[in-house]
């Protein structure tokens, strides 16, 4: 059975960082775009950066450039997203997608897979 699992979420002060985690199991990522999108309450939600395996390509959100860094570790099968200098406003929800393809980080969201989420808290 094909499955994402985030992992990393939790509380931190602003300025801080946390590293969230996408392990799959039941397939391999290197054929595809792997993403994370964010939903905080009442708001809809966002993608926030993707890493196409093939080739290592990555796109940002502009809010995130600079201070996110999505990468990849392929003998683990795990993708991560290093997340520094947090705001209140990263607040939210973060899952982990995957696509064939990443057209954007816009594209995120409607990506076909993705799992159940880890909550990310940033305190003033």
């Known amino acids: 059975e094909a499955k994402i699992v985030e992992s990393g979420g939790g509380l931190v002060q602003a300025g801080g960082s946390l590293r969230l985690s996408c392990a799959a199991s039941?397939?391999?990522?290197?054929?595809?775009?792997v993403g994370w999108f964010r939903q905080a309450p009442g708001k809809e939600r966002e993608g926030v950066a993707c890493i196409t395996i093939r080739d290592s390509s990555t796109q940002y959100m502009d809010s995130v450039k600079d201070r996110f860094t999505i990468s990849t570790d392929s003998a683990k099968n795990t993708v991560y997203l290093q997340m520094d200098s947090l705001k209140p406003e990263d607040t939210a929800v973060y899952h982990c997608?995957?696509?064939?393809?990443?057209?954007?980080?816009?594209?995120?969201?409607?990506?076909?897979?993705w799992g159940q989420g880890s909550q990310v808290t940033v305190s003033s």
């Open positions: 039941g397939f391999t990522f290197d054929r595809y775009a």
């Open positions: 997608a995957v696509d064939p393809f990443c057209y954007g980080v816009e594209s995120i969201p409607d990506f076909g897979s």
